[in-house]
Every structure is written in C-alpha cells, then in structure tokens.
C-alpha cells in the first residue's frame, strides 16, 4: 500500500490530521458571521473568495473545551463531495506522509471516537486521523 498524505494540527496538546485531498486551504480566521439556533460548535459563516462556508470550532465539537484564538489559530477549509466546511485548530504543523501500517484503531470509547478514524504513529508522534464524512454528516444534518 503506498503512503498517502495528511495535514498535521493540533488542538491543545493532541495533534491531529486530515487527510490533504479534502484539504482546499489554510486560512487566517476571518471575520465570522454568527448563525441563529446553530450548535454550539458552529462558530457561523465566512465569505471566502464569494463562497459562504460554515465554520466549525473542532475543539467545541471533539468536547476538547473552548478554543482561545491567537496569531497561530487557523481555518483549515475542507471539501467533502460538494460540501464545503472550515475547520478551526489551534494551529497547523506540517504535510505528512503517512504508511496505512502505521495506523492503529482508536481505542473504543475515546470522548470523540465517532469522528477518529485511526491513530498513526509517526516519528515518535501519535496523530489522531479525522474522519471527515462523519464531521460534515453530523453539520448537514
């Protein structure tokens, strides 16, 4: 199987990644536009290059506690299908090759073991994968 690549962040402590071909941009975090009656986690709306996107705090929505923005907070812009979302992190590390033998199961259980699709150990590191589909099914719904 050949390595495939992800893109490293962290929220508080853990690191994260995302896989890069869902992956459209890194922003700074613009101007957001509340939304009524929305979830918790859903900061609102941006306008980004004349497309409306929803932001998500991914710390309020992995039960990680309320972000703090600060100079290194970033949106990372995701595509799923036609579906367009930005991801708030509290910063961003680095494009990642990563062996699928390298990736363990999430450990059953885990606060936020729905949105986890594995656990890769890379150097020396151990990055939790987000799972995409299952963040954009729980916002389109």
Do not use: W
């Amino acid at each position: 199987m050949e390595l495939f690549k992800i893109v490293a962040f962290k929220l508080g402590e853990e690191e994260y990644g995302l896989e890069i071909e869902y992956v459209k941009s890194i922003e700074r975090i613009h101007q957001v536009t509340r939304v009524p009656n929305a979830p918790e986690y859903v900061k609102g709306v941006i306008n980004l290059r004349g497309n409306v996107t929803p932001i998500i705090d991914l710390r309020s929505m992995l039960s990680q506690g309320e972000a703090n923005y600060t100079e290194n907070s970033r949106v990372i812009i995701t595509k799923f299908d036609d579906i367009e979302l930005g991801l708030i992190v509290d910063q961003t590390s680095n494009v990642i090759d990563i062996d699928p033998q390298d990736i363990e199961a999430p450990s059953a259980g885990g606060i936020d073991s729905n949105y986890i699709g594995g656990i890769a150990k890379v150097q020396g590191r151990l990055i939790s994968l987000i799972k995409l589909a299952e963040l954009v099914g729980v916002t389109s719904n």
